[in-house]
């Protein structure tokens, strides 16, 4: 949903600035296209970027853990056994647990414990970046279709409606799977896009109104 969000708002913004300084259909679309692309193209670079380094960490912290077991396993049971006492178990029930984890999988139970990771599925960057290039695109799509199908003397009103529209589905469905309230997540992410567009359409205006399109 957020990466929706962005790909609405910030292709949005951009039509409607190209729209405040040219009525020239083909400028629009160009300029709607382009930022698309380049901003889906930003989104998912920059998730590579940042879940590979995440990846390399969890890698670094699961190298450690394996480590520390093959050098001190008796002390790694200790800490796995002391770690569930902390959660509440009794010393008894909490040492049983450490010894059967342990031997299933005792890499698996202490990742899990103590740094909330599976050694087996860890953070994908391909499949973060992945999701957020389509998240904005499609997003993007909703004003670029907007401003690039509608009448010449309507297209600012109809893109700012469509896009008004949109932001509204997609505040609720995030404060929908979110477990938050409906109204405030759509009156927030309604209002922050209209001003977005609205100053870049005043921008585009000012621009425009200077002969330097």
Same mark, same amino acid.
């Given at each position: 949903?957020?990466?929706?969000?962005?790909?609405?708002?910030?292709?949005?913004?951009?039509?409607?600035?190209?729209?405040?300084?040219?009525?020239?259909?083909?400028?629009?679309?160009?300029?709607?296209?382009?930022?698309?692309?380049?901003?889906?193209?930003?989104?998912?670079?920059?998730?590579?970027?940042? /879940?590979?380094?995440?990846?390399?960490?969890?890698? !670094? @912290?699961? =190298?450690?853990?394996?480590? %520390? *077991?093959?050098? $001190? +396993?008796?002390?790694?049971?200790?800490?796995?056994?002391?770690?569930?006492?902390?959660?509440?178990?009794?010393?008894?029930?909490?040492?049983? /647990?450490?010894?059967?984890?342990?031997?299933?999988? !005792? @890499?698996? =139970?202490?990742?899990?414990? %103590? *740094?909330?990771? $599976? +050694?087996?599925?860890?953070?994908?960057?391909?499949?973060?970046?992945?999701?957020?290039?389509?998240?904005?695109?499609?997003?993007?799509?909703?004003?670029?279709?907007?401003?690039?199908?509608?009448?010449?003397?309507?297209?600012?009103?109809?893109?700012?409606?469509?896009?008004?529209?949109?932001?509204?589905?997609?505040?609720?469905?995030?404060?929908?799977?979110?477990?938050?309230?409906?109204?405030?997540?759509?009156?927030?992410?309604?209002?922050?896009?209209?001003?977005?567009?609205?100053?870049?359409?005043?921008?585009?205006?000012?621009?425009?109104?200077?002969?330097?399109?």
């Amino acid at each position: 949903m957020l990466g929706a969000n962005d790909g609405i708002v910030s292709t949005a913004s951009l039509v409607l600035g190209v729209a405040g300084a040219t009525s020239d259909r083909a400028a629009l679309v160009t300029a709607g296209i382009a930022g698309l692309f380049a901003g889906a193209l930003s989104m998912a670079v920059g998730e590579y970027v940042s /879940v590979s380094t995440q990846r390399d960490t969890e890698r !670094a @912290l699961v =190298a450690k853990e394996r480590r %520390e *077991l093959a050098e $001190d +396993p008796e002390g790694e049971l200790r800490e796995l056994a002391e770690m569930y006492r902390h959660k509440g178990l009794s010393p008894q029930v909490a040492a049983q /647990v450490a010894h059967e984890l342990t031997a299933h999988d !005792a @890499l698996a =139970a202490h990742a899990e414990v %103590e *740094l909330r990771l $599976d +050694p087996d599925e860890l953070t994908s960057p391909w499949q973060a970046g992945g999701a957020s290039f389509v998240a904005f695109v499609v997003g993007a799509l909703l004003p670029l279709l907007a401003i690039a199908l509608a009448p010449s003397d309507a297209r600012v009103a109809i893109t700012f409606a469509a896009v008004l529209v949109g932001l509204a589905v997609t505040g609720s469905l995030s404060a929908q799977l979110g477990g938050a309230r409906r109204r405030p997540a759509i009156v927030r992410v309604m209002f922050g896009g209209a001003l977005a567009m609205a100053i870049t359409y005043g921008i585009g205006l000012l621009v425009g109104s200077t002969g330097l399109t």
